[in-house]
C-alpha cells in the first residue's frame, strides 16, 4: 500500500500538462495581410518579437501556425526555399527591437526548424511548421523571438498574404504585443504575423501535483510509523 500510494503520487507530481495552442495576434486586421517572410519571395533575415504578457504560462512548443483566412491573392502554391527558424528568450519587446539582428537575440537561442515549406495552397489553409527540435518558453524569463533566415525562394504558386495584427489606417500601431524587423534592419514597432504556438505538454512538477506529492510522502511516512507502532 505505501508504494501504491508513493508511486501515485510521484506520478501525479511529474504529470504532463494537457496540450494546448496559443495563438498571438487575435483579431487579425481586416483587409489585409503581409507576405514576408514565408508567403513571397523574401530572402534575408526576419524577426519577430511576441510580448512575454501575451501568453498564458510556459508552453513547449512544438510546431508554429501561420494563417491565410483575410486576404485572398489567389495564391496556389507556398513559394519554395529554405527556411531557418530559431526561437530564443528575448529582452527586447514590441517596441524596443534593434534594427540590428543580433542585439535582439536572446539567451537559449535554438535552431527548430531548417528546410523547405512548399506544398500546395488554397485561400484558408494554415501553414503549420513542425519544429524538428521543441523549445520550451517560459513568460517569466522575457519576452519570445521568432528569427527566420531565408535563401533561396520563389513564389510561381503566386503570393501569400498572412495575417497580421497591429495595421491601422496604413501605419504600423495599436499593437501592443508584436513588433518585427526586416531587410536591412526595418523595424515595425507593434506589427507582426498572427501566430499559433501549438504545446504538447510540458513535464514538470506544477504547484498542485507538488502539493500532492508532498501528501503521497506524508502519507507513507506515517503508514511507516503506525507499522512500527503496532509490531
Known sequence: MRRLIFGAALALAWAVSPAQAEIIGLPADTGTGNCFPFGCAYMGEYQ????????????????????????????????????????????????????TFASNIGTGNTLVFSGNLSQAWAFGDTLVVNLTTPFTYDPSKGNLLMDVS??????????????????????????????????????????????????????????????????????????????????
Not at 501568453?55 to 486576404?71: K, W
Not at 526555399?81 to 530559431?86: D, F, L, Q, R, V
Not at 510561381?156 to 536591412?184: C, P, Q, S
Open 48 to 99: 519577430q518579437v511576441y510580448a512575454s504578457s501575451a501568453f498564458s504560462g510556459a508552453i513547449a512548443i512544438t510546431s508554429l501556425e501561420f494563417y491565410n483566412t483575410i486576404s485572398d491573392n489567389g495564391a496556389t502554391a507556398m513559394n519554395s526555399g529554405t527556411w531557418n527558424i530559431s526561437l530564443s528568450t528575448s529582452p527586447a519587446n514590441w517596441n524596443s527591437l534593434s534594427s
Open 150 to 231: 531565408v535563401s533561396g525562394t520563389t513564389n510561381a504558386g503566386g503570393t501569400i498574404y498572412f495575417d497580421t495584427n497591429g495595421y491601422n489606417g496604413g501605419g504600423f500601431n495599436g499593437d501592443t504585443i508584436l513588433g518585427r524587423v526586416y531587410n536591412d534592419g526595418v523595424v515595425n514597432y507593434g506589427y507582426g504575423l498572427v501566430t499559433g504556438f501549438n504545446d504538447t505538454g510540458i513535464s514538470v512538477p506544477e504547484p498542485l501535483t507538488l502539493s500532492l506529492f508532498g501528501a503521497g510522502l506524508a502519507g507513507a511516512a506515517a503508514m511507516r510509523r503506525r507499522k512500527k507502532t503496532s509490531a
